[in-house]
């Protein structure tokens, strides 16, 4: 079974500074997906960016970028330029490409917190 | 609707109680998911229907959990004799066809709490 491991339960950063949030993950899988998911206090999970293991390319979405390093299982997040409503529970999560392509697999998440 | 709309927010129910939790996707959603989130958590898989059919229950608890989507579009999560450690977040989410990749959108989650 895939597991996904979130090794900082808190992490905060200045407004305007770059913070860069760890995932790590297990998997005998070679194609799969990854995925960094925000969950402000209203508890809606919204994702915020999403990489295909195919894909050498790391993902990038606006101030949103990812380090995918397929051979060490690891999948860090950077915010840059952090802004107050980047302040959120942050998800990684995997899901397969193969047989259960469905389930999404999350780890235990981490508290972004970030000062004016 | 806009968006995925689950109800209730909130529920308190006394050990060994029923209820009932509700969510309606996206209008023309094939995927449908429930997942728990224990505090503190992440969340974790409960079940998936594609349509009405339920295509994986792998992740409910107990035979006290039971989930149904009739008519492929509203989803009912439904608890049985309530225990203290059913206290969690319940969150629905669909997606087009997440096999073909569609994107998960999540609702708000219900937050049952027992008593």
């Known amino acids: 079974a895939q597991t996904v491991t979130q090794s900082q339960p808190e992490m905060s950063v200045q407004e305007a500074e770059t913070v860069t949030l760890s995932c790590t993950y297990d998997?005998?899988?070679?194609?799969?997906?990854l995925f960094w998911y925000k969950q402000p206090p209203s508890r809606q999970m919204i994702l915020v960016i999403r990489?295909?293991?195919?894909?050498?390319q790391n993902a990038t979405e606006n101030r949103f970028s990812v380090n995918f390093q397929k051979a060490a299982k690891s999948f860090s997040l950077k915010i840059s330029d952090s802004q107050l409503g980047d302040a959120a529970m942050y998800f990684c999560?995997?899901?397969?490409?193969?047989?259960?392509?469905?389930?999404?697999?999350f780890g235990k998440g981490t508290l972004l917190t970030v000062n004016p | 609707g806009a968006g995925v709309s689950q109800s209730p927010r909130y529920k308190v129910a006394k050990r060994g109680q029923d209820v009932a939790l509700r969510c309606d996707p996206i209008?023309?959603?094939?995927?449908l998911f429930w997942y728990q989130q224990a505090l503190g958590q992440g969340p974790e898989f409960l079940t998936y229907?594609?349509?009405?059919?339920?295509?994986?229950k792998s992740g409910l608890p107990s035979d006290r959990f039971f989930a149904e989507r009739p008519e492929g579009s509203v989803s009912t999560l439904k608890i049985q004799r309530t225990q203290q450690e059913d206290s969690a977040v319940y969150l629905c989410?669909?997606?087009?066809?997440?096999?073909?990749?569609?994107?998960?959108?999540f609702g708000e989650g219900s937050r049952l709490t027992v008593l």
């Open positions: 989410a669909s997606s087009f066809y997440v096999e073909r990749g569609g994107e998960l959108f």
């Open positions: 209008s023309g959603h094939v995927s």
């Open positions: 990489q295909e293991a195919y894909k050498q």
């Open positions: 998997t005998s899988e070679s194609d799969y997906y």
């Open positions: 999560a995997y899901r397969s490409s193969g047989g259960s392509n469905y389930k999404l697999t």
């Open positions: 229907f594609q349509n009405e059919a339920q295509l994986d």
